[in-house]
């Protein structure tokens, strides 16, 4: 009888953790954590996440010494849209011979929704634009951390991905 009143406690265990997630496997909504997805070549974008994916990309032509601009768009995916009540916020990593020109309250490399950097351009679908200026020619790498959320009818998904857009400077 012991064996029967273990294997019904272990049952009930289980069936309290499946529904303490939401129906993609991932808890309901409740902080932020990092997404272990493929990134690159591996997925075929710049990064992506369950219910997601962001591309990044280097704005028309950057000259030495202007102000240049990349834009990182999210794509939400399947029956999941933009979190129109979330801070979206890209903060990106110190570049040696670039100077960010992000005016958020968080300094010159943040950008954010607060600061009018990130617009939503669809139901599925928003950028962030982050401008940036480099006094060195040649190829550079914009990286960063990208926080942003998408939500599906039953849940919100928290994520933090790291980014990594590749950018000219002539």
Same mark, same amino acid.
């Given at each position: 009888? $012991?064996?029967?009143? @273990?294997?019904?406690?272990? /049952? ?10 939401? !129906? ?8 932020? $954590?990092?997404?272990?997805?493929? =990134? ?11 219910? &997601? ?15 240049? #601009?990349?834009? /990182? ?6 029956? &999941?849209?933009?979190?129109? =009540?979330?801070?979206?916020?890209? !903060? @990106?990593?110190?570049? @040696?011979?670039? #100077?960010?020109? +992000?005016?958020?309250?968080? +300094?010159?490399?943040?950008? *954010? ?6 617009? !939503? ?10 401008? &940036?200026? *480099?006094?060195?020619?040649? *190829?550079? *790498?914009?990286?960063?951390? &990208?926080? /942003? ?11 933090? =991905? #790291?980014? #990594?857009?590749?950018?000219?400077? $002539?």
């Amino acid at each position: 009888m $012991r064996s029967a009143g @273990a294997a019904v406690g272990v /049952l009930l265990a289980l069936g309290l953790l499946v529904t303490g997630c939401g !129906k993609d496997g991932h808890a309901s909504g409740h902080g932020d $954590r990092a997404v272990t997805a493929p =990134q690159g070549a591996e997925c075929g974008h710049t990064a992506c996440g369950s219910n &997601f994916f962001v591309d990044g990309a280097q704005v028309g032509d950057c000259p030495a010494g202007a102000n240049c #601009t990349a834009k /990182l768009t999210l794509v939400a995916t399947g029956d &999941f849209h933009i979190n129109d =009540q979330y801070p979206y916020k890209f !903060k @990106a990593d110190d570049v @040696a011979g670039v #100077t960010f020109r +992000g005016t958020d309250h968080g +300094g010159p490399n943040v950008f *954010s929704k607060d600061a009018d950097d990130w617009h !939503k351009t669809g139901a599925q679908s928003g950028v962030m634009t982050v401008t &940036f200026q *480099s006094t060195d020619k040649g *190829s550079k *790498s914009i990286s960063g951390n &990208f926080k /942003l959320s998408v939500c599906s009818a039953q849940n919100c998904q928290l994520e933090q =991905q #790291t980014v #990594t857009v590749p950018v000219a400077v $002539r």
